[in-house]
Structure formats: C-alpha cells, structure tokens
C-alpha cells in the first residue's frame, strides 16, 4: 500500500518573483512609516501641536515601522530553517526547507480521533471570526497533546505561496482514507476546498460556483447597506 499511494509535491512560484512581491510590501510599508513620521514632525514642531494626533502619528510610524523591520528580518533570515515546500507521501505531511530536509511533519499515525461527540476527526474551520469568516477555511485534525488527550491542530499550508493548495488538501485526505480509514471527514471539507468528493481532486468549477454566490452576496450586502443610508436616514 504504501508503495502504491503516490507522492505529491508543492507547487510554487519563481523565487524571483516571491522575492519580489516580498521586498514591494517591505518598501510599501517602509515609505508609510517615513510619511507618518513626517507628519509626526510637523505636528510636534506645530506653534500650538494637537496632543492627539501626534499620538496618532507616532503610533501608526511605529506599527508600520516595526511591520517593515520583522517582514525584512524574516525574508533575511537562515533559509534552511524556512519552510520552502511540502511534500505528501504514505507517512504524512513533510514540510521541507530549501534543501529538502524535512523541518516538521504531520504524520497519519500521529492522528487521533476527537473526544467531542459532536466534532468529526478531520474537519474544517473558518480562518477567522466575524461578519466574513465563512469565506475562507482551513483544515483541522486531531493530535495527542503532553498529556496524551486528543487536541485539535491547524494543517497550515499558508506557511509558502502555493499554486496547488486544494490538491496538496485533497492529497492528505486521500492518505487519511488510505492509512487511517478509522478516522471520519466531515463531508463539508470536500466543498469548503473545493474538491471533487469521488476523486479528492481540486475542481475549479466548484471554486468558480462558491465566488459568485459570494460576490452576489456581498453585492446584496451593498444594496442594503445604501438602501437603509439613503431611503430609511434621510426620513429621519
């Protein structure tokens, strides 16, 4: 079995053009902290200086000065301690540094099954809390902790810029059913990313379906919020 369950690797863009898209948001962020600076300056040097926004303006020059710094420091950093690719095989998840040696892995036997009734083992998350949290997911499973109680972990493979993320997800899964057939999916991780329930293949007429709904979503979401500023304001 384990001879025949294929490899699947990570597909990435250039280096060149990561890099690239990752010095552009260092310098973006660093011409703002130079302008708010700027602006922190006259407002000090001001005959009679606004207390508040200079408050303001020192606040915002030291977050986006200390966003630029941290983005350079992690692009600068020892590369072969980044993650640079992934590979999915008969034994899990290998996150894989510039050289292919493995930095950490999530291994099929290491899974559990959830000790909440109402939770699947494998199962899918919104990415973040609020008003459009629905609109991107990630990937959970459940690993044994220090205590050896079952925990759940994020499969996070927004680590790299990826071309193949639906399919690398599809993979895992199919390993998942191949080695851990004990383990149960939730059926709503198969739509939530998109893939094809029989093969696990990322389908992207499915994607194509899920981005209309959401964009006439958000369109009526507009309409709404116009509607009740203009026609149920304007009466008041």
């Known amino acids: 079995m384990k001879e025949s369950f294929p490899e699947m690797r990570s597909e990435t863009y250039s280096p060149e053009y990561t890099a690239r898209l990752r010095w552009s948001i260092v310098i973006l962020f660093a011409v703002i902290a130079v302008i708010l600076l700027i602006f922190f300056i006259e407002a000090v040097s001001a005959s009679s200086p606004d207390t508040s926004a200079t408050m303001i303006f020192l606040f915002l020059f030291l977050i986006t000065g200390a966003l ?6 992690e692009i600068t950093r020892n590369k072969d301690k980044k993650i640079s690719g992934m590979l999915i095989n008969h034994q899990g998840i290998l996150f894989l540094n510039r050289n292919d040696k493995v930095l950490s892995e999530i291994r099929y036997q290491d899974l559990v ?21 629905s609109f991107r997911k990630n990937l ?23 071309k193949n993320r639906y399919d690398l997800i599809g993979h895992f899964l199919k ?28 389908a992207p007429e499915n994607l194509k379906s899920d981005m209309k709904v959401k964009i006439i979503t958000i369109a009526v979401m507009i309409l709404v919020i116009l509607a009740f500023r203009y026609i149920f304001l304007d009466e008041v």
């Open 68 to 73: 630029s710094g941290w983005l350079a420091y």
């Open 113 to 133: 099954k959830s000790q909440d009734p109402y939770t699947k083992d494998i199962y899918s998350e919104a990415a973040s809390n609020g008003k459009y949290s």
């Open 140 to 162: 959970y499973v459940h690993e044994k902790d220090e205590n050896r109680k079952s925990r759940k972990k994020l499969i996070n493979l927004d680590v790299i810029t990826l």
């Open 175 to 202: 390993g998942i059913q191949t080695f851990r057939p004990d383990l149960k999916i939730d059926t709503e991780v198969y739509t939530d990313f998109y893939l094809d329930k029989k093969t696990l293949r990322y």
